[in-house]
């Protein structure tokens, strides 16, 4: 059987129905499809252009179709059906439900399904007619697990007679608007077909998104795939993550998670110190895999652009935040965390490039990161000039302070860099508070831990300083420490290799899945509603457990750590971004992956940083590094440097307002 179609060429569902083989006839005018239609047939008039459709239903063209028995599936009417019509609106934070069981069992009823930023024609629906998909701000991961709020907006209707469907939105652009989950939009199209009467298109109706992942879940991988993918995300960072800014290059942020309804992301233009010094390290290890001086280059401007101030580092040596590093250019924000980051990737860049110009601003920049944590070892999340630095006392009020946060998420990476610069200069306050720290937060685990976006990515950052710590000092409770959190991290991997994310004690949680509707989208939130989603966050958790494995089985030679760390490898190998249409994507990775859907999927309850956001310094420019690394057999941790930082050290001690000592006893 032929269907009938009034589209343009270019429409997704002409396209996709062509491309599964489907015998199509396609009309630019409604007048002749309706000339050719024959008694009973199915005809759809699908709206080419976003968000009006270019075929009308006047008195005459309806009278035609009910003489004829005819069954209309129509998008974006103007006029008709006992409606009325409003303006074109935009998606903002509602999602699409399935209100009714009509797709189901393959789409149930309070099913979600995502058009992201689609635009649709908001309707007053007759009582008369029936209402089987709507759009609602709901929370939930895949279900609307709140139900519906009041007066969701009805996106599909059925006419009283059963003749007539009309979508309030472009249904069919479900490529070019990358809509998912891919198999619901498949269940709702194969459900349309059937009742249009197209059973045997439907059966067989196939498409592939716009955006997509490498490799399939089950398929073999080639045997340089690593070196693919690192040379593929590399070949991301330097089309389309760089910018120059004058005599300053780095990288931007990323891409928002929001998807315009042409399917674009735009881009987060932001200039963070920790995306840029995270990105140095990725190009640092492009020249060191390939050689490419122009890496290099690369790798040396971010660093510059960084320690040379004062976008990015403050090198007042008067100020109580001399040393510390802004979390994004001229805010005099510091995060710990974020610090962090730019220590170790820097760290790491230094000792790729042999390059020792920036060890003493590295060095400022822990010591002040250093002199602003407590006696126990924590540190406070974040501090902020002037404000936190108010009176006489400056920084001396922190690093004289009992303070403890139970926060892997904000303490751990600057515990590891502590135990990193230990390793190289000896001194020993360093190791002490930071062994006192790890002790604590361990004995804390799980009921004291305070989490932030779930409970699986803050026992993954805690990898990374305990791989740190058994290797500056390997004692049996060392190694059960670092055996106990990877045991409970891979308490969360499966067998492809993804680590699902979970929640712990609600009450622990600083940002927690939303409670309500209407706290959908109102701030920071989990990928996941509920322990169980199978999601893994790229982002959060991923990315770090991807470090923190390779650098325990490095300290180790632990085989079970080994194995594991292969695993979560060859799951990023397989879930790399593939896409011809949107190459700015293509090479990288996504937050927020679904291991059964197997397509990038999440909740979008975050308010900034949704399932399908982009980030180079978190997520890509880790995941490119650790590649590197295991391509040419190297790790994080690495002293060689040790002879610079030993001898800057007494003198940069002085100069920070610490006694210039590398003995045992404490000193303030």
Same mark, same amino acid.
């Given at each position: 059987?032929?269907?009938?179609?009034?589209?343009?060429?270019?429409?997704?569902?002409?396209?996709?129905?062509?491309?599964?083989?489907?015998?199509?006839?396609?009309?630019?005018?409604?007048?002749?499809?309706?000339?050719?239609?024959?008694?009973?047939?199915?005809?759809?008039?699908?709206?080419?252009?976003?968000?009006?459709?270019?075929?009308?239903?006047?008195?005459?063209?309806?009278?035609?179709?009910?003489?004829?028995?005819?069954?209309?599936?129509?998008?974006?009417?103007?006029?008709?059906?006992?409606?009325?019509?409003?303006?074109?609106?935009?998606?903002?934070?509602?999602?699409?439900?399935?209100?009714?069981?009509?797709?189901?069992?393959?789409?149930?009823?309070?099913?979600?399904?995502?058009?992201?930023?689609?635009?649709?024609?908001?309707?007053?629906?007759?009582?008369?007619?029936?209402?089987?998909?709507?759009?609602?701000?709901?929370?939930?991961?895949?279900?609307?697990?709140?139900?519906?709020?009041?007066?969701?907006?009805?996106?599909?209707?059925?006419?009283?007679?059963?003749?007539?469907?009309?979508?309030?939105?472009?249904?069919?652009?479900?490529?070019?608007?990358?809509?998912?989950?891919?198999?619901?939009?498949?269940?709702?199209?194969? #459900?349309?077909?059937?009742?249009?009467?197209?059973?045997?298109?439907?059966?067989?109706?196939?498409?592939?998104?716009?955006?997509?992942?490498?490799?399939?879940?089950?398929?073999?991988?080639?045997?340089?795939?690593?070196?693919?993918?690192?040379?593929?995300?590399?070949?991301?960072?330097?089309?389309?993550?760089?910018?120059?800014?004058?005599?300053?290059?780095?990288?931007?942020?990323?891409?928002?998670?929001?998807?315009?309804?042409?399917? #674009?992301?735009?881009?987060?233009?932001?200039?963070?110190?920790?995306?840029?010094?995270?990105?140095?390290?990725?190009?640092?290890?492009?020249?060191?895999?390939?050689?490419?001086?122009?890496?290099?280059?690369?790798?040396?401007?971010?660093?510059?652009?960084?320690?040379?101030?004062?976008?990015?580092?403050?090198?007042?040596?008067?100020?109580?935040?001399?040393?510390?590093?802004?979390?994004?250019? #001229?805010?005099?924000?510091?995060?710990?965390?974020?610090?962090?980051?730019?220590?170790?990737?820097?760290?790491?860049?230094?000792?790729?490039?042999?390059?020792?110009?920036?060890?003493?601003?590295?060095?400022?920049?822990?010591?002040?990161?250093?002199?602003?944590?407590?006696?126990?070892?924590?540190?406070?999340?974040?501090?902020?000039?002037?404000?936190?630095?108010?009176?006489?006392?400056?920084?001396?009020?922190?690093?004289?302070?009992?303070?403890?946060?139970?926060?892997?998420?904000?303490?751990?990476?600057?515990?590891?860099?502590?135990?990193?610069?230990?390793?190289?200069?000896?001194?020993?306050?360093?190791?002490?508070?930071?062994?006192?720290?790890?002790?604590?937060?361990?004995?804390?685990?799980?009921?004291?831990?305070?989490?932030?976006?779930?409970?699986?990515?803050?026992?993954?950052?805690?990898?990374?300083?305990?791989?740190?710590?058994?290797?500056?000092?390997?004692?049996?409770?060392?190694?059960?420490?670092?055996?106990?959190?990877?045991?409970?991290?891979?308490?969360?991997?499966?067998?492809?290799?993804?680590?699902?994310?979970?929640?712990?004690?609600?009450?622990?949680?600083?940002?927690?899945?939303?409670?309500?509707?209407?706290?959908?989208?109102?701030?920071?939130?989990?990928?996941?509603?509920?322990?169980?989603?199978?999601?893994?966050?790229?982002?959060?958790?991923?990315?770090?457990?991807?470090?923190?494995?390779?650098?325990?089985?490095?300290?180790?030679?632990?085989?079970?750590?080994?194995?594991?760390?292969?695993?979560?490898?060859?799951?990023?190998?397989?879930?790399?971004?593939?896409?011809?249409?949107?190459?700015?994507?293509?090479?990288?990775?996504?937050?927020?992956?679904?291991?059964?859907?197997?397509?990038?999927?999440?909740?979008?309850?975050?308010?900034?940083?949704?399932?399908?956001?982009?980030?180079?310094?978190?997520?890509?420019?880790?995941?490119?590094?650790?590649?590197?690394?295991?391509?040419?057999?190297?790790?994080?941790?690495?002293?060689?440097?040790?002879?610079?930082?030993?001898?800057?050290?007494?003198?940069?001690?002085?100069?920070?307002?610490?006694?210039?000592?590398?003995?045992?006893?404490?000193?303030?």
């Amino acid at each position: 059987m032929t269907m009938l179609l009034c589209c343009k060429e270019t429409n997704d569902l002409y396209r996709a129905l062509v491309g599964s083989g489907i015998s199509c006839a396609r009309f630019d005018r409604l007048e002749d499809a309706l000339d050719a239609a024959q008694p009973g047939e199915g005809l759809l008039l699908l709206a080419d252009g976003n968000p009006r459709s270019a075929f009308r239903m006047d008195g005459k063209t309806s009278e035609e179709t009910r003489r004829k028995q005819l069954k209309v599936y129509l998008e974006y009417p103007h006029t008709g059906f006992g409606t009325d019509y409003g303006e074109p609106t935009a998606i903002q934070w509602e999602r699409l439900v399935a209100v009714s069981d009509y797709f189901s069992p393959e789409v149930e009823q309070l099913a979600i399904l995502n058009m992201h930023g689609s635009m649709f024609a908001p309707i007053v629906v007759p009582e008369s007619m029936t209402v089987h998909l709507a759009l609602a701000r709901v929370a939930g991961y895949d279900k609307a697990v709140f139900g519906l709020p009041e007066n969701p907006v009805p996106i599909l209707l059925e006419s009283p007679d059963r003749s007539v469907l009309i979508a309030a939105s472009g249904l069919s652009r479900f490529v070019s608007g990358r809509y998912a989950p891919t198999a619901a939009w498949r269940a709702v199209w194969k #459900r349309i077909l059937e009742w249009l009467g197209y059973g045997e298109a439907a059966a067989v109706l196939q498409w592939e998104p716009a955006v997509g992942v490498q490799y399939d879940k089950e398929a073999s991988l080639p045997d340089q795939a690593e070196a693919l993918a690192f040379d593929r995300v590399m070949t991301w960072f330097s089309r389309y993550a760089v910018y120059s800014i004058d005599a300053h290059i780095g990288v931007i942020e990323g891409f928002e998670s929001t998807i315009r309804p042409n399917g #674009r992301q735009l881009m987060r233009p932001r200039l963070r110190a920790d995306c840029i010094a995270e990105s140095a390290m990725a190009f640092a290890h492009d020249f060191a895999v390939t050689g490419n001086p122009e890496s290099r280059f690369m790798a040396e401007k971010m660093m510059n652009t960084i320690w040379s101030g004062p976008d990015f580092y403050n090198n007042e040596p008067n100020e109580a935040n001399y040393g510390l590093v802004n979390w994004y250019d #001229r805010r005099k924000v510091y995060y710990g965390d974020d610090n962090a980051r730019v220590i170790l990737a820097c760290l790491s860049t230094r000792n790729l490039l042999a390059d020792d110009r920036w060890d003493e601003a590295i060095t400022h920049c822990l010591l002040a990161n250093f002199r602003t944590s407590g006696t126990q070892g924590f540190r406070r999340p974040f501090l902020q000039a002037p404000r936190s630095f108010a009176g006489t006392d400056g920084w001396k009020k922190y690093y004289e302070e009992d303070y403890t946060l139970y926060s892997p998420h904000y303490q751990s990476y600057l515990w590891a860099c502590n135990l990193w610069v230990y390793a190289m200069t000896g001194y020993e306050l360093f190791l002490k508070r930071t062994k006192q720290a790890i002790r604590q937060m361990m004995e804390a685990y799980p009921s004291q831990w305070n989490w932030t976006n779930g409970m699986t990515q803050e026992i993954a950052r805690m990898l990374l300083p305990l791989s740190f710590l058994v290797q500056v000092e390997d004692t049996e409770q060392h190694r059960l420490w670092l055996k106990q959190m990877a045991d409970e991290l891979l308490m969360q991997m499966q067998p492809c290799g993804s680590i699902r994310e979970h929640l712990g004690a609600l009450e622990q949680g600083r940002y927690a899945p939303p409670v309500s509707n209407e706290q959908f989208g109102s701030r920071e939130a989990p990928l996941l509603q509920e322990n169980g989603d199978p999601v893994c966050d790229l982002l959060y958790t991923a990315n770090w457990g991807l470090i923190g494995l390779h650098e325990a089985a490095a300290t180790t030679g632990d085989g079970h750590l080994r194995e594991a760390a292969d695993r979560l490898t060859s799951f990023m190998l397989r879930i790399q971004i593939r896409s011809q249409q949107h190459p700015y994507l293509d090479g990288a990775w996504m937050r927020g992956f679904d291991d059964e859907k197997w397509e990038y999927w999440g909740s979008s309850a975050d308010c900034g940083w949704g399932p399908w956001c982009v980030e180079t310094g978190w997520t890509n420019s880790w995941i490119a590094s650790v590649l590197s690394m295991r391509i040419r057999s190297e790790r994080l941790f690495d002293t060689s440097a040790a002879a610079s930082f030993r001898q800057l050290m007494p003198g940069l001690l002085e100069e920070m307002g610490l006694k210039s000592s590398l003995s045992d006893r404490e000193h303030l």
